[in-house]
């Protein structure tokens, strides 16, 4: 099976001058907007934007943020040979399945340790993403869930299926993990992974 390739040119155009997506579903906490803002002003841009040539001009598939930090520079965008339906694929799937990779921490402690930035903003993503954080992520303090009291539980002889996701700095994790497991030692069909 031949690969297409859909990048049809590198263009450098002004950001303000692309069309943001309006189905766009990424939503940029201010921890993000620091975190751009400081690598664009210590490095600058390394990354092209996406974009397709729709009806009214080029419109973003990716780089929403990085056009709207940096509204009247000439940023570079890869122009796809993609349809309104396929630029919609790549926009639901593009960071999920980016996101789908697995760190080798080895590997990245010791790239974090050979890397520096006199940025306060990026400096403070390489310490979190070093403590095993993702950057972002603001500890709120110890956790410490109230597993006495059992006044709001309803019982019931149906089975409950749920499916719980919790996001923690790594060194938390196997605190968190054995309060968890205690909680629910007894219950039949709990699953820890």
Same mark, same amino acid.
């Given at each position: 099976m031949a690969i297409r390739? $859909?990048?049809?040119? =590198? $263009?450098?155009?002004?950001? #303000?001058?692309?069309? !943001?997506? !309006?189905? &766009?579903?990424?939503? /940029? !906490? &201010? #921890?993000?907007?620091? *975190?751009? #803002?400081?690598?664009?002003?210590?490095?600058? +841009?390394?990354?092209?934007?996406? *974009? +397709?040539?729709?009806? &009214?001009?080029?419109?973003?598939?990716?780089? /929403? =943020? $990085?056009?709207?930090?940096? !509204?009247?520079?000439?940023?570079?965008?890869?122009?796809?040979?993609?349809?309104?339906?396929? *630029?919609?694929?790549?926009?639901a799937t593009l960071d999920p399945v980016a996101g789908m990779a697995e760190a080798n921490q080895s590997a990245l402690s010791d790239l974090l340790d050979r890397v520096f930035s006199e940025d306060n903003r990026v400096s403070a993503i390489l310490e979190q993403i070093g403590m095993g954080m993702t950057p972002g992520f603001e500890p709120v303090g110890a956790w410490s869930p109230d597993i006495e009291n059992t006044d709001s539980i309803v019982p019931t002889s149906e089975p409950i299926q749920s499916t719980v996701e919790i996001k923690c700095p790594i060194q938390l994790e196997d605190e968190i993990r054995g309060v968890v497991t205690e909680t629910l030692k007894g219950y039949d069909s709990v699953t820890i992974q």
């Amino acid at each position: 099976m031949a690969i297409r390739d $859909r990048i049809k040119e =590198l $263009r450098r155009v002004k950001a #303000s001058e692309i069309i !943001p997506n !309006p189905k &766009n579903w990424r939503i /940029h !906490p &201010n #921890s993000q907007r620091e *975190a751009i #803002s400081g690598i664009l002003e210590d490095i600058g +841009y390394a990354d092209a934007l996406i *974009a +397709y040539e729709g009806e &009214n001009g080029l419109t973003l598939i990716d780089g /929403h =943020l $990085r056009a709207e930090t940096t !509204p009247d520079e000439d940023v570079p965008v890869l122009v796809l040979d993609v349809s309104e339906d396929e *630029a919609d694929i790549i926009l639901a799937t593009l960071d999920p399945v980016a996101g789908m990779a697995e760190a080798n921490q080895s590997a990245l402690s010791d790239l974090l340790d050979r890397v520096f930035s006199e940025d306060n903003r990026v400096s403070a993503i390489l310490e979190q993403i070093g403590m095993g954080m993702t950057p972002g992520f603001e500890p709120v303090g110890a956790w410490s869930p109230d597993i006495e009291n059992t006044d709001s539980i309803v019982p019931t002889s149906e089975p409950i299926q749920s499916t719980v996701e919790i996001k923690c700095p790594i060194q938390l994790e196997d605190e968190i993990r054995g309060v968890v497991t205690e909680t629910l030692k007894g219950y039949d069909s709990v699953t820890i992974q």
